[in-house]
């Protein structure tokens, strides 16, 4: 690979969150998101340190991981950070070509390359560090045929809730420190071969309050895709901020899922007590005007208060949750693309008004 190719990564492999009860964590994807059950890791299966439940929808692999002992470095992430995402997991073909040439291109190591087999073949991986404690796994698994990887069984509890239509990870957005978006931009840039889609700043998101700005890095088969965001000054504390106040650092802030039927999605994860954004009735005295024309009904489109935004190549259809742990922080996107290849810049405002509502309501402008 010559410098600033891009590394061949397939898309997200899975995304692991270090929780403070990763068995409640398991049940809450699967009743209210509709995950199913995939693997399991713990004591039974000669891990002493920690409890993995592994659940998957469509292409979307999550992986819950909670601590057993005060010591171990799991219950020191969860101590530091509350629940949150430490591994997006990359899928790749060949782990040893892509981890060396990261290295070689300044990626930090967070673990060596390491070879596991049990009776369903072989996984390598190997990992680096991203921005805050966050890290990068790279996974082949071209040669395994089990569940999820060796050191985990298949996990098979009769309670498998329906899913509610999640069909792969869209992108995954980071929140950085101050004046670290750059750095961090450059990280992917340097390092992943990755180009830059889209910039905005704070004169394109923000409100009377609030302010961020973005660069969204991309692969170039767009199958991986981070935005990076920094806070912007606004008249109070900007979301970004908010978020680095309660992680204690930079970290990932929320993961995109793509449904090709939004309205059936967001109505069944509703329906199973997931908490959306609110958005302001007045948002939809607007938008026809902002976006033009769109295939879905605007009253069904109001009723499950969907957010609508329009680039050059077409539309797309989104809403966020509210956070999905005690702090403020992590939380989930759902998104429909039609056609659009961007993430919805003409929402910030509308959105940002709208999380000002609930940084009212916990007293944290
Ligand atoms: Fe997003």
């Known amino acids: 690979m010559t410098q600033n190719t891009c590394l061949p990564f397939n898309g997200t492999d899975y995304v692991e969150f270090y929780v403070g009860n990763a068995k409640q964590a398991a049940h809450y994807y699967q009743s209210a998101f509709g995950f199913q059950p995939v693997a399991y890791a713990g004591l039974e299966t000669g891990h002493k340190d920690r409890t993995s439940y592994v659940l998957r929808q469509d292409k979307i692999t999550f992986v819950l991981t909670g601590a057993m002992h005060p010591d171990s470095p799991i219950a020191e992430h969860h101590k530091q950070h509350g629940d949150g995402v430490k591994v997006i997991a990359l899928s790749v073909d060949d782990c040893k070509s892509v981890f060396d040439e990261a290295v070689a291109r300044g990626a930090k190591v967070y673990q060596d390359l390491k070879t596991e087999k049990d009776e369903f073949g072989s996984i390598t991986t190997a990992g680096i560090h991203t921005y805050g404690d966050a890290v990068h796994i790279f996974v082949e698994r071209k040669n395994y045929k089990g569940p999820f990887m060796p050191g985990f069984v298949a996990w098979d509890p009769p309670y498998k809730p329906e899913d509610t239509g999640l069909l792969y990870v869209d992108h995954i957005v980071g929140n950085v420190n101050w004046d670290e978006m750059d750095k961090t931009a450059d990280f992917y840039r340097t390092v992943f071969g990755f180009d830059q889609l889209i910039s905005f700043d704070d004169k394109d998101i923000s409100t009377d309050y609030t302010a961020l700005k973005s660069k969204v890095m991309s692969s170039d088969n767009f199958k991986v895709k981070f935005p990076i965001n920094e806070p912007a000054h606004g008249k109070k504390k900007s979301q970004i901020e908010e978020y680095l106040d309660f992680y204690i650092g930079p970290g990932p802030q929320h993961v995109a899922m793509a449904t090709d039927d939004i309205e059936a999605t967001i109505a069944a994860l509703r329906n199973r007590g997931v908490d959306f ?48 742990e005690d702090r403020p ?27 000002e509502l609930e940084q009212g309501k916990r007293g944290t402008l």
Not at 341 to 355: D, R, T, V
Request: hydrophobic share 35%; glycine share 6%; charged share 35%.
């Open 329 to 355: 922080t992590f939380f989930f996107e759902i998104i429909q693309r039609k056609g659009a290849k961007s993430f919805g810049k003409g929402n910030f405002k509308a959105l940002f008004e709208s999380i």
């Open 277 to 324: 954004l609110d958005v302001p009735d007045s948002y939809y005295n607007t938008v026809t005007e902002r976006v033009g024309k769109i295939d879905e009904d605007l009253d069904v489109m109001k009723k499950h208060r969907i957010l609508i935004d329009r680039d050059d190549e077409g539309y797309l259809l989104q809403l966020f949750t509210k956070p999905v």
